[in-house]
């Protein structure tokens, strides 16, 4: 006797590698379980403004990119006149603007989609700027030591220092006030950190509130230790990103350089929307790496494509669960399946009229062509064309009552349909119209059991956005072909027996 263990070791890995599959992408890519989702999108315009003098202008705008807490979705610039370009620059994307000549007053816009995300990972990783130690002039060399020496006796490492170096400016006032009007506070403390061999880097970020018009970028202190990094808020200490916090610029770049003008500025408009999960995830894959392998990563056309092959494996499963444990009988192996995707194009009531229909009258031509006595082919042939005709009437009529889905009907498999019928005629020729009927309603009930469970919502959704689950689905089969006890069906056709044998033993007890 074969070992079955082999089977078993197959159909186990299977689950073990489908279902992990599905947490993954559940836990470490952020894709629910259930449709409907909704993710945050933040709508963020950047206006630059700034008077030209005539001359050749170049306006360079340092922009986000994908980063801790927020993936980038979409980005787009208005810019009447001008060429633009997305460039890279010492590590910073930005977006450059150009014109042959402008004279006065100019506006240029743009917008950027951010995806609230606490999965999201960074194109690059932020490397620890170089450490550049400033040499100052008195008075401000002695303020500066000050802090910096008592901050270093309270402090344990470069996270603890920057706290107290923020604490130490507000303790020692008179040092505080002399440095106020000298340096901005966040380049001070970046100063004294690099003075202390800690690299740290103002950054530019952005407070996100929805409906906010015209707001600034705030700076904030990026603090290295070894590899890793945290955010300080210059003027508290607080520690850490905040949820509502975007990192505009953080190279240490200039945040708007323009050649060819002046007195220009940027300010920020920001909005809060919602978007289909869906959506979310489509724009999230489109520059996945490897690991996050996904429809949404295909082309829009294959994505619809794949949506209704996916779909597929949940209505061989229905097949397969209701001929081999339920007994069902269908007129062909997989033609249920096929019928029951015609449905979800069709919907279900159109879809059972034409069926009925084209099978029904398609008996009736089909059983003429069996008294001419054709060969196979020419007979199949025919039942094909007759097939495609009734279709194209089927069609035509439907339009012209105004039933839009009945043209729909073209999505049947006519080459199914044409064998379906060629088979129902020879088993009503050797079996009797009964069993034409228990076979032919067995195949419409089955097409409906797999068409409703394919065109569930949650099911759509799950197949969809997680391909693990086809492996689930192949393991679930393999387990119910190994299957080889009584169908359902059988039950009823066993039960006198049974009877019969309790019955026995009722009397044996008596006696």
């Known amino acids: 006797m074969v070992s079955r263990k082999p089977f078993y070791l197959l159909v186990a890995l299977l689950y073990l590698v489908g279902l992990g599959m599905t947490i993954y992408h559940h836990i470490a890519l952020d894709v629910p379980l259930t449709p409907g989702e909704k993710r945050q999108i933040w709508s963020i315009e950047a206006k630059l403004e700034f008077e030209a003098n005539g001359e050749p202008v170049i306006a360079s705008?340092?922009?986000?990119?994908?980063?801790?807490?927020?993936?980038?979705?979409?980005?787009?610039?208005?810019?009447?006149?001008?060429?633009?370009?997305?460039?890279?620059?010492?590590?910073?994307?930005?977006?450059?603007?150009?014109?042959?000549?402008?004279?006065?007053?100019?506006?240029?816009?743009?917008?950027?989609?951010?995806?609230?995300?606490?999965?999201?990972?960074?194109?690059?990783?932020?490397?620890?700027?170089?450490?550049?130690?400033?040499?100052?002039?008195?008075?401000?060399?002695?303020?500066?030591?000050?802090?910096?020496?008592?901050?270093?006796?309270?402090?344990?490492?470069?996270?603890?220092?920057?706290?107290?170096?923020?604490?130490?400016m507000d303790n020692q006032t008179q040092n505080a006030e002399l440095l106020k009007n000298h340096k901005r506070r966040a380049i001070l403390v970046a100063q004294l950190l690099n003075n202390a061999d800690v690299p740290a880097r103002v950054v530019h970020a952005l407070k996100l509130e929805d409906g906010r018009r015209r707001q600034e970028l705030v700076e904030y202190l990026q603090v290295f230790k070894g590899k890793d990094f945290q955010l300080f808020d210059p003027k508290n200490g607080q520690q850490g990103q905040p949820d509502n916090l975007l990192l505009w610029e953080y190279n240490s770049g200039a945040l708007l350089d323009v050649t060819g003008g002046h007195n220009s500025r940027v300010t920020f408009s920001m909005i809060e929307q919602e978007q289909p999960v869906s959506v979310a995830l489509a724009k999230k894959f489109e520059k996945s790496d490897w690991l996050n392998f996904s429809i949404h990563s295909l082309p829009l056309e294959e994505q619809t494509l794949f949506k209704g092959l996916l779909l597929i494996p949940i209505g061989v499963l229905m097949v397969v669960f209701l001929r081999v444990l339920v007994g069902i009988k269908t007129s062909g192996t997989f033609m249920p399946v096929l019928i029951?995707?015609?449905?979800?194009?069709?919907?279900?009531?159109?879809?059972?009229?034409?069926?009925?229909?084209?099978?029904?009258?398609?008996?009736?031509?089909?059983?003429?062509?069996?008294?001419?006595?054709?060969?196979?082919?020419?007979?199949?042939?025919?039942?094909?064309?007759?097939?495609?005709?009734?279709?194209?009437?089927?069609?035509?009529?439907?339009?012209?009552?105004?039933?839009?889905?009945?043209?729909?009907?073209?999505?049947?498999?006519?080459?199914?349909?044409?064998?379906?019928?060629?088979?129902?005629?020879?088993?009503?020729?050797?079996?009797?119209?009964?069993?034409?009927?228990?076979?032919?309603?067995?195949?419409?009930?089955?097409?409906?059991?797999?068409?409703?469970?394919?065109?569930n919502e949650l099911i759509r959704h799950l197949t969809f956005n997680f391909l693990g689950l086809q492996l689930v689905l192949m393991a679930t089969v393999l387990l119910m072909g190994n299957y080889t006890g009584y169908k359902l069906s059988e039950l009823k056709r066993f039960k006198p027996l049974v009877d019969e044998m309790n019955a026995g033993k009722d009397n044996e007890g008596k006696h």
């Open 340 to 455: 029951a995707v015609a449905f979800i194009q069709t919907q279900l009531f159109t879809g059972l009229v034409g069926f009925l229909l084209i099978v029904g009258t398609g008996l009736i031509i089909r059983s003429y062509l069996s008294r001419l006595n054709l060969l196979l082919v020419a007979r199949i042939s025919a039942v094909i064309i007759m097939v495609i005709s009734m279709i194209g009437i089927f069609s035509a009529f439907a339009f012209k009552l105004g039933l839009t889905d009945g043209m729909k009907i073209t999505f049947f498999p006519m080459i199914i349909l044409s064998w379906t019928i060629e088979r129902m005629s020879i088993l009503w020729e050797e079996e009797g119209p009964k069993e034409v009927m228990k076979q032919g309603g067995g195949s419409l009930l089955v097409a409906v059991i797999a068409y409703l469970a394919m065109d």
């Open 61 to 168: 705008l340092a922009i986000p990119g994908t980063q801790k807490g927020f993936t980038l979705m979409d980005e787009n610039a208005a810019s009447p006149g001008y060429g633009l370009s997305f460039v890279e620059k010492n590590g910073d994307a930005r977006a450059e603007w150009s014109i042959r000549s402008a004279t006065g007053r100019q506006e240029l816009y743009y917008r950027v989609d951010m995806m609230a995300d606490s999965f999201a990972k960074p194109a690059a990783v932020s490397q620890p700027p170089a450490i550049e130690k400033e040499i100052e002039s008195e008075p401000y060399a002695t303020a500066m030591a000050q802090i910096l020496e008592r901050a270093q006796e309270r402090s344990a490492d470069a996270y603890t220092l920057t706290r107290e170096i923020i604490k130490e």
